[in-house]
């Protein structure tokens, strides 16, 4: 599933899922722009831009601002010539996601910029850019999403998290169907729990919770992910449009 002479941005890919896919596409041949408001990385370790190497470049952008978007797309046509594949990973929780009553209007906004309204403006931006460039093969351009598990499910005491993920599945549906015909394929990954290092995710109850529930005997790696975005990204998934692909280990069979 090689991606030589192909050109992807990676949104929020200084860290976990987006560095990984970031990594691992650049490992099979892809030129990558990586978008983040940060460079380096929760996790610690040398910054994304950097292991990238000459294969790549990161762009300081907040999804949520429309002229930080148009840079992204920008700087991977200026320096590489085209945009083939759209990584739309950029996403937020943490103190923001609570229960309705706790969900204040700032939390409901903050969730929504970055997880919902972010997404729209890189689709909207990415699309344009592909409907205007010949297609390699039978594609102008592929866009994945990454949604989650608790954007098909009610996970207690996250509301806006949840709500927002459920709108970026119905999104995925929705431009799958409009823009298929015209060459351009779009798909979500739905991660269940995956291991990224944020301190959230630290919490011993949090993780004794996600092992009894996940049926695979590990939770999930950034690379777990990585490696369903490649098939998506590449020429292997030719035919494949409008699917929201879990990688969880089985948790939602469960």
């Known amino acids: 599933m ?11 890919g200084s860290s976990g ?15 990558v722009v990586v ?11 040398e910054a994304t831009g950097s292991l990238l190497g000459d ?5 300081d952008a907040d999804v949520s601002r429309a002229e930080d978007v148009d840079r992204l797309v920008r700087a991977a046509v200026d320096r590489f010539g085209r945009l083939d594949v759209m990584v739309c990973n950029a996403g937020i929780a943490g103190r923001h996601s609570k229960s309705l009553l706790e969900t204040t209007e700032e939390d409901w906004d ?7 309204r972010g997404v729209f403006l890189c689709c909207r931006r990415a699309i344009a850019e592909m409907l205007e460039q010949p297609p390699i093969g039978e594609a102008r351009g592929r866009v994945i999403i990454i949604s989650s598990q608790h954007g098909m499910v009610g996970p207690p005491g996250h ?11 119905n999104l995925t549906h929705q431009l799958a169907v409009d823009y298929a015909g ?7 990954v739905a991660p269940g729990k995956i291991l990224t290092g944020s301190p959230e995710q630290q919490d011993p109850g949090v993780l004794a919770y996600s092992h009894a529930r996940t049926p695979f005997p590990r939770l999930g790696r950034p690379e777990d992910v990585a490696g369903a975005a490649l098939f998506l990204a590449s020429d292997d998934s030719g035919y494949v ?10 948790w939602m069979a469960y």
């Open 2 to 12: 090689r991606l030589e002479e192909r050109v992807a941005v990676v949104t929020g």
């Open 17 to 31: 899922i987006g560095r990984a896919i970031a990594l691992r596409f650049a490992a099979e041949g892809a030129r």
């Open 35 to 45: 978008g983040d408001v940060a460079r380096e990385p929760r996790e610690g370790g």
């Open 55 to 59: 294969r790549g470049v990161h762009v």
């Open 110 to 116: 903050a969730i929504m910029a970055v997880n919902l």
């Open 159 to 169: 509301l806006a998290y949840a709500v927002s993920k459920g709108g970026l599945v």
């Open 182 to 188: 015209r060459g351009v394929l779009v798909n979500a």
């Open 241 to 250: 449009s409008g699917v929201n692909l879990l990688v969880d280990g089985g």
